[in-house]
């Protein structure tokens, strides 16, 4: 196992290995609900920067190996937001197989079958047998 790198030689590295301009580096120990880093070991460090645009974004690095976990920005966070409606999971944003999206599923299925059954049934533009023009 490597020694942890230090908040300086993370800022280096931020700095070496992207146009990002660190700002602030802290520790992160703990898992947080809802992270922008969830589903990645612990710790890590956050060093925030701001690009050339100047855009906060996060950047998120393995304090051994200094290698770039994950950097996140405020259309990241509305792209995982759009990823939570998509598959219905707002909690976790990860969990596709949930109970409310198999029942959208099966609603969808029986809609798309009694549409496809409704097309080849019935036929819009026959008139009527009972029909008698006058």
Known sequence: ??????????????????????????????MEKRSEYRGRSLPLYKVTTISEDETILNVYLNPFSGEIA??????????????????????????????LLKIFSV????????????FFRFDLKKEPRNFRPQ
């Open 107 to 118: 609603l969808a299925l029986i809609t798309a079958s009694s549409g496809l059954l409704l």
């Open 70 to 99: 994950a950097i996140r920005s405020s259309w990241w966070r509305i792209w995982d937001l759009m990823g939570g409606f998509h598959i219905m999971d707002w909690e976790k944003r990860d969990d596709f197989n949930n109970l």
């Open 1 to 30: 196992m490597f020694p942890k790198i230090s908040f300086a030689e993370a800022r280096h590295i931020v700095t070496a290995l992207t146009t990002l301009i660190p700002q602030k580096v802290e520790e992160i120990v703990n």
